[in-house]
């Protein structure tokens, strides 16, 4: 499956942002699908996961509250609605998609999108 990350960009602190994730083929639906971010300087870090039909959702503490993940099956995306933010939450935003088991840990997805840039000016 390949997967393609878009909606980033420059923000102000407090306002919101919503990124999206697109997949190929016919299969989105066996895959859990997560969110992760790097930021300049830092390793990359979980953010949020929602597993195959949308029922089960994690959040990092640093992002619960204000991020929410979403996904729509029929049009092969997932969602990252994104509010409140804070400088903090710079970071390059990569999608994930998890065949198997999945959770918080990137090392247990298989594919990965190419990232979108989230820039969160003070």
């Known amino acids: 499956v390949q997967l393609q990350a878009s909606g980033g960009g420059l923000v102000q602190a407090g306002y919101s942002l919503r990124l999206s994730c697109t997949a190929s083929?016919?299969?989105?639906?066996?895959?859990?699908m997560g969110w992760f971010r790097q930021a300049p300087g830092k390793e990359r870090e979980f953010v949020t996961a929602?597993?195959?039909?949308?029922?089960?959702?994690y959040y990092a503490d640093s992002v619960k509250g204000r991020f929410t993940i979403s996904r729509d099956n029929a049009k092969n995306t997932v969602y990252l609605q994104m509010s409140g933010l804070k400088p903090d939450d710079t970071a390059v935003y990569y999608c994930?998609?998890?065949?198997?088991?999945?959770?918080?840990?990137?090392?247990?997805?298989?594919?990965w999108g190419q990232g979108t840039l989230v820039t969160v000016s003070s």
């Open positions: 929602i597993s195959w039909s949308g029922d089960i959702t």
């Open positions: 083929g016919r299969t989105f639906s066996s895959y859990a």
């Open positions: 994930a998609a998890a065949s198997r088991v999945w959770g918080t840990t990137a090392s247990w997805y298989d594919y």
